[in-house]
Every structure is written in C-alpha cells, then in structure tokens.
C-alpha cells in the first residue's frame, strides 16, 4: 500500500493482474490537494491471496476492511477495470463509504448479451489452456499499441503471476454481475472509457445512464490502460470531476 499527500482521501484501485504500480503518474499528481491511498488487491503486488474462492465481494471486503485501518469513513474512489467492479461493489453494500466514483475501463458484468456469454464461454477455456507467456504477449500487444512502454509495463507486470493465479483473478472478472445494483449507486459518477478500445464503450454508456448521477466520458488517444497512455488527459477529466 502506498499513502501520499493530504486533503480528502482518494482510493486508487486497480484492474487484473497488474499492480498498483499502474498509479504512479496519479499519485504524483493527485498528492497535491488529496492524500492518495494506492494499494495491491489480494493476489496482486505485495498483498497475499485470500483463501477460499476469489470473488469481487470478498476484494470489496478487503478493501473496506483497510480503509477502517486507515480510519478512513468516506473516500474517492477511482477503480479501473477490475478495479472498477470493486469500487461499484463498495458504492452499492457501503453507499455512505464513497464521496465520488471514478470506474475507468470497466464494466457491468461478462454475460449481459447473448454476445457476451458467447465470448465469455470462450474466453474462459482460452484462459485456461493458453500458456501465460502467450497470454503475456498478446496482452502486452494490445494494450500497448498507442505506446511501447505501456506494452512493456504490461509484460512486466503480468509476467510476475503464474498461470493458475491469472486463472483465478479473471474468473472474478467473468463471474461478475453488477447491472441489476447499479441504480443503487448514489454517489455521482464519472464513467471513462478509452478512445482506442472501443469494446468497452457500450457497456460504459450503459453504467453511466443507469447510475442516477454518473455520466460518460471519453479519454483521447488511449487504450485499455487509459491513465498510462493519455494521462494528463486522464488526470485533469478526474480532478475536474472531483472537484466540481
């Protein structure tokens, strides 16, 4: 976990199978005027797994559980991917932990759609029976198209997980479903999608109209990883966001 600056508390959450690491241009920027809380989910970094099965709500137990830690009551919270079914499941089962929410790259679920379950159903036995190197390389490929060393940033990072863990993290992922909670999220929302990954444009028109105070925003020049490729773009949509 990584503590930074000082003013209201900001939650940095971030997606599969990379680290916190992936916030170090937020950090920098947003310990100015907020005390930033950049931490690993269980799995990931230097936090331990947890036993049992790996679910979002037991991640949402996690983090609940440091923010009592930290004395923390109502926080920012900025999720991205993963992390971002994290923080929506925090906004629903602890509406009066979160000020703002910020879900970037994320979704509402794997099997909303006929099309979904279908690529779902296929996904999952790619994962499985896909050795992790090539996992590695087509992940560092594609989502480090706009820039080189986001793509670098991805094999390192994802480099450091053994096949069964990524396994286990992703059927997170794919077992999630927050459509249905989503009007419960009363915290006003900013919904980011990146310009360049346009797979997850549907889905996050879909979570800002069904949140009562979310609203959908556009990040240019920039895929999956959109703080890393655009992110002065990415920090100044957010800051504006909290700050209004």
Known sequence: ?????????????HG????????????????????VIACDLPAHGETPDISGEYTVAKLGQFVVQLLDSLNANRVHICGHSLGGMVAQQIAVEHPDRVHKLVLAETALG???SVWERIQTAFARPFLRLTPHSTLVRLSSQQYGSL?????EFIE?????FDHNTSVRVMSAAFEFSG???LGNIHAPTLV?????????????????????SGRFEIVSNSNHLLNLDNPDAFNRKVRAFLEE
């Open 1 to 13: 976990m990584e503590l930074s600056g000082s003013g209201e508390p900001l939650l940095l959450l």
């Open 179 to 181: 459509k249905q909670q």
């Open 192 to 212: 980011l999608v990146a310009e360049n990954n346009r797979r997850t444009h549907a889905q996050g028109r879909e979570i800002a109209e069904r949140i009562p």
């Open 16 to 35: 599969a199978l990379i680290s916190r690491a992936m916030w170090h241009q937020q950090v920098s920027s947003f310990s100015v005027g907020y005390q």
């Open 147 to 151: 820039n080189p060393h986001v793509g």
């Open 156 to 160: 390192e990072e994802m480099g450091q």
């Open 110 to 112: 794997t099997k909303n």
